[in-house]
Every structure is written in C-alpha cells, then in structure tokens.
C-alpha cells in the first residue's frame, strides 16, 4: 500500500508543468525515504532528476517500494482538475496497475478522484557523480528566465561565464550580439533578490539555450535557483522546493570550436 | 413599432456569448409580454429557449407582434461595439427588414447606431411539455461549468447520479476514469454557494460533453445553475437572468447500454 | 560618436509598437537637433513621421550628423529585452556599421548591452507641405481606438465627418451600417478625456480602416490624439510623445462615387 498527501496540491501541479514538456512519461520511484524520479529528456540530452522526501508530505506511507511509470500528459489533465486550494492524495495498491488521485476541497464538499492506468517503462538507473564545481551561482530564477528568453531571440546558444566580479550571459546571431552582466549583490537584505557567487575559479561555458529554457519552467517552484559550473562536466540548475525537496536539470556544455 | 430599452446592454452581450455557439441564426418572437427565442441548435440535437419579460426592460413597447431573425455572429459583431456601461435600445417599425441598435454612453457623450438587416428564417415551434422531475439540483455555476470541463478532458460523455445525499459526475476513457461528487449544502449562509437537491427518487443519466460544455457558457449570466433530471425525459439545465428572464437547454440523455 | 540616453526605455518600446507593423525597415537620421525617421508604409499608401528633439534626451550628443538604416523586426527583439524601468543608452560610433544598445537596471546590478548591424537603406525624402486644416479635433486616443476596431467589423473604409456640435465615424457593409457620434466636450475639467473640435468648415471624409487600424498601434504613447483634416489633403493622425516629440502618420482620403 503506497499512500502520500500533500495538502497543497497547487505544488505537484507546478512540478508537472515543469517537466513535462522534457519528458513525455516517466517512473515515480516510491519508498520508504520519498518519491524520486530521473530520466533523460525525449531527445536523451539532459537530464532530470526530482526528489521528494516523506517527511514533506502532510502523510506517507509506503510499505513496500514501487514504481509507477506513466504518461505525463495525462497526469497533467488529472491536476488540471484540481482547485488551486485543494488537498491530493495519491494511492496505489502493492503490484496495482493504477493509481488514483483524490482531491479534496477545502471544505470537503467537493471530492474528486480520477484513476490513472500504470505504464510499464524500461528503467534506466543513471549515476550522478558527485563534482567539485568551479562556480557556483545563485540567483533568482525569474532573472535566469527572463535572461535566457531574452537571449535566445539572437541565437542557438549562451555563453555563462562567472568570475567573482559576477555573471556574464552572452549570445550571438545574424542579427549582432548580446551581452547581459549581472553584478555580485553587495546587499543582502533581500535574499530571493540577491546574485550570490561561490568561486574556486573562472569558468566560461556555452550550452544549448531550447534546454536552459525548457529548465525555466520550474520557476515557479522557487525564489532562487542555483546554478553550478565546472569545465567539462554537466552544468547543474537547482530549484529547491520549500520543505518537499528539489529538482535539478543537468545539461552538457557545447564544445565549439568558433564560439567564444 | 417595436422598441426595448435596456440600461444594462452587458446582459445582452452575455445572452448572445451562450448562444452564439450553439445557433448560427435564430428568430426573436417579439410581443407586447416580452421577447423569446426558441431554436435546436445548429446539429438538431439540444434546444435552447430563451425568455425576456417586458417588464424586465427600462422600456418596452410592441404594437404589433413580430419575428426577428438574426444571424447571430453579425448580432455579436454588433455588441462587441457597446461599453460595459452602455444603454441600449433595440428598435424596429413593424414590417420592417432591417433592426437598429442604439449604444449610449452613461454621460451621453457618445451614441452609437448600427442597423442590421433581418433575414427569413424558417420557424419551427417546438411545444415542450411540462415535466414532473425526479431530481432538480441548483448548484453554483462555474462550480457546474468547472466540472464539465475537467471531466470532458478524459471521456465524450458524462453520467450525472443524483441522490438524497449529493450528485456525482463520473466519466470514463482511455486514461482512466474520473468522479467528483458534491455534497449536499447544510450550511445555507451562502446561497449562491450552496448545492441544493429537490429529489423524488435517486436518477442517473449519460450526457455528451460537448453540449454541457456549449451550455456553461451561459455561466457569466448567473451565480447559479439548475439541472432538472428524469429517466427517459430531456435534462433541462437552466440560468436564471436576474430580473430580466431566463436561458434553458435541453438535451436528451444517451441511452448506452455498456456504460456505467 | 553618436549617443543618446532615455531614463525610461519603455517609451522607446512604445514607439517601435506603433510604427514595426507598418515598416519593415527604417533609417533614424541623427542630427545635432534631435532625432527623425520618415518613411512609407510598406505598401506605399501611408507615410510615418517621427520627430525626437535632442533635449527630451537624458543625455544627447551628436558630433556628426549619421543616418542609421535598421530592420524594425530586429529593433524589437532588442528592446524586449528590456525591464519596464531600463535605462536605454543608444551608441555608434561615426561610419559605424552597428549599433549598440544597452539597458541598465535601476540599482545597476543588472546591464546589458546589445549590438545590431546596421543597413544600407534608400533615402527617401518626402517634403509634407503645410497646409490649412478644415477641422482639427483632439480627443481621448483609446476612444479613436475603439470607434476604428469596432467599424473596422463591418466595412473597409469608415468617413470621418466634422460639424461644430461634434465628429461622426460611419461604415457600413454586407451587415448593415454602423454610426458613432461624439459630441463635443462642454465640460473641461478632464483634459485628457475631453472632445475638442477646431472648425474652419465642415468637412467629410473616407479612409481605409486597415491604416487606420495601424495608426491606433502608438495609442499607449498618448492619452490624447489628434485628427487633422481638409478635403484632398492627405488626413494627419498625431500622437504627442510627452516632453520627447511627436509621431504622425499621413493617409490620403479614398475617393469614392457611390459611398457616402
């Protein structure tokens, strides 16, 4: 019996949104410690990797570890249909081929469940190896959206380059170049605001900006995201998900000779 | 000479937005005890009536009955001209082929005419016989309009169950299957919140989608909505138009032997 | 070298709004005084005249007269880059063949810097006579937006037609006709909603809705806009620009037997 409730449903909705357009389907892994789930995207160039502990939960139960594998669009009609003040609730027997999600409004004058049939999906366990990274930014994530739509207008690719001074975004295309530095905060008062920098050395890298910006779709999830840099490995972009757990992206940098 | 005056012309505006999608024309019966316009819509399968008392118009007048057909997007093209705080007069001579529409700003700074050519229509009365229902429920409307369109994301038709104790929409497809139930109010501080159930006997009944879908656009004409349901009768699912009249549809139900 | 600083980006946004569905491309001459662009429509039907005065600039300098040849679509691009309260500093440099932008935030944590290639374009210079007007009427810019959206739903053209007491916009199509008739403003305690006519003789005439409909694309630059018209002139729309300039567009009446 697997069982886990989350009195706010409004945040399971805004972690599909965020990686269902990377991932057409998908297996929740469920024990014990929490729900994980990783995958490669549908083109196999970056991956995600969302981890949600029990004790987020407002209850969770799970007696025995399972795996749910099902398709992402239809997971997202079902939290389509919950109230943005609704309670979920989501169960699945031992060995079930369904799942069903139980919403719950305030009130408890409405209740609404939907069951989802299970799919069965090849597993494919990828190692994450622990990195030193050469910088590590944090920032806002309404920011990094903003920047990384702004700059894909001009072209295929951004350069992130970080030195302790701050952050550079740039790009280029036929129409000319563009440039966008943002400054170490000096000011800490507002922290969800601030560009924090932690640098053991400089490091400029390009990556693909249809991955940086499919990534920014978690920006509801949190203030802040993270962004973690080392040459020749993949970069890291965080969203902590307050008291639940987080979800990371990782995505390869281009090597290319004529850029930069 | 017909003549009707209307402070508020943004009820009219929402009259024309829920039928404008099930109608492509229809004819308005005009008489000296109000307006009313009855028509199957565009594929024959639901009937939409419409009634507006005389006496719910800042002026009303009509010498002589007569029928208007309009073609009702050219009507909407018509309404869109009008503020959200603008009079309207609708008049006609009698026999005449064209009908004028006369928008006026709240500080009459600004008037507006637009004079729409009548077309024949073919009338087709329809008597719609007094029912003796087995279950009328009023419930909040966008509560109805929210239900039907999480539901129709998964199936083509919807089973509503009445009971004593509350009504359930339940619907099935490839994804999987789907209910919200809703409770009967005990609570009744909030009227246009509450979910009232009149019942003679426990009723359940298939519905298409697509038509309840047509129907809730009428949602913005009223806080709540009433369904009146009886085996083997057309549900008739009603907005009242505060002070002004009222819009129904009627839709038979499907008759399916596998489901539910 | 060539620059020119504007505290508030957003009206430079503005400008591009109302002139890059009409231009494909234009040259901004840059002069000692300020800077111009005038230009036919694409379609060679109407002409666009901007006129930004160096001191409305933040900051202004000039020391060589240059003309910049820019593709509007482009243009665009790079100011949507831009926050609601950038700072935009316009640069080149003499025989540059590129420009650069560059937006800084209001606390400076944040600057970015875009260069654009510049264009070869064809100079066209276009000598607009000073002419008498029959009648010049001021009125609430959103107001002339809606009245030419709203006619625009049923003919091609509307007539525009000026008495003392106030202005007339009319049309009419395959529906039927539509009329909008405002008065003159008695009461001026509202400038920017007021209705003022200044009339030499009455005057009458026919325009394109589409131009028309093109022209209302710089309403969010003015509260007030102002038509200017005498037979077999061409009509002026102007739209002030507060403490910058102003930008007009330039439309021949149509000459039409059997309308009107």
């Known amino acids: 019996m697997f069982e886990a409730r989350l009195v706010n449903s409004a945040t399971f909705k805004k972690i599909l949104d965020a990686i269902k ?3 057409d389907q998908a297996s929740f892994d469920c024990s014990e410690s929490g729900i994980q789930l990783q995958a490669m995207d549908n083109s196999h160039v970056s991956l995600v990797s969302l981890n949600l502990k029990s004790d987020g939960f407002d209850k969770y139960r799970c007696d025995r570890s399972l795996t749910m594998g099902m398709n992402l669009a239809s997971l997202s009609k079902v939290f389509r249909c919950s109230g943005s003040d609704d309670t979920v609730t989501i ?14 409004s305030k009130k408890q004058e409405k209740i609404s469940d939907y069951e989802m049939k299970l799919m069965n999906l090849d ?7 622990e990195t030193e990274f050469s910088c590590i930014i944090k920032m806002p994530s309404a920011e990094f959206a903003r920047i990384v739509r ?8 951004i350069v992130i380059s970080c030195t302790k001074e701050g952050v550079k ?5 036929d129409i000319g170049t563009g440039n966008v530095k943002l400054a170490q905060t000096n000011n800490f008062d507002k922290e969800e605001e601030s560009v924090i920098i932690d640098m053991q050395e400089p490091v400029s890298l390009t990556f693909a900006c249809q991955y940086l910006n499919l990534f920014t ?15 020749n490995v993949p970069l890291v972009v965080e969203y902590q998900i307050p008291d639940l757990g987080h979800l990371c992206y990782y995505l390869a940098p281009k090597i290319e000779e ?3």
Not at 123 to 129: F, K, Y
């Open 123 to 129: 597993q494919e366990h990828l190692g994450i190896p």
């Open 91 to 104: 169960k699945a027997q031992d060995d079930a081929d369904t799942v069903t999600f139980m919403f719950e």
């Open 217 to 231: 779709k978690a920006t509801p999830l949190s203030n802040q995201v993270t962004l973690s840099m080392c040459d």
């Open 169 to 173: 975004f740039s790009t280029q295309g």
């Open 150 to 157: 702004d700059l894909s207008q001009f072209g295929e690719s």
């Open 21 to 23: 357009d990377l991932l």
């Open 258 to 260: 004529d850029e930069n």
